[in-house]
């Protein structure tokens, strides 16, 4: 069974900085995209960060330069590295797994793991 297992989030005041953390089983670390995503009281889950296997990655816009995803393949862990946060920045954020590009588009992967609220606020 996969499991995705989050860790890091917290009560942080404005422009403070947290690092989130997805460990996952080697089996599905190696495929496909690893993947951040948000979702916020009433409002739909966004992706905030993906990095494939290869190393590369990509930001929402409204993360950029304030985010940084990043791998360690030795631990099956996936980062992401938030600064200057903001209080728009409070969400559950969720680790996502297996995430692919099809005609174009971007779809998360079919792993999820349970979530980890972050809160900006002073």
């Known amino acids: 069974q996969v499991q995705l297992v989050e860790s890091g989030g917290g009560l942080v005041q404005p422009g403070g900085s947290l690092r989130l953390s997805c460990v996952t089983s080697?089996?599905?670390?190696?495929?496909?995209?690893m993947g951040w995503f948000r979702q916020a009281p009433g409002k739909e889950r966004e992706l905030v960060a993906r990095?494939?296997?290869?190393?590369?990655?990509d930001y929402a816009d409204s993360v950029k330069g304030r985010a940084t995803i990043y791998r360690d393949n030795s631990k099956n862990t996936v980062y992401l590295q938030m600064n200057s946060l903001k209080p728009e920045d409070t969400s559950v954020y969720y680790c996502?797994?297996?995430?692919?590009?099809?005609?174009?588009?971007?779809?998360?992967?079919?792993?999820w793991g349970q979530g980890t609220q972050v809160t900006v606020s002073s």
């Open positions: 996502n797994a297996d995430g692919y590009y099809s005609d174009g588009y971007y779809y998360p992967g079919k792993f």
């Open positions: 080697g089996s599905i670390f190696s495929r496909g995209y």
């Open positions: 990095i494939a296997n290869g190393g590369y990655t």
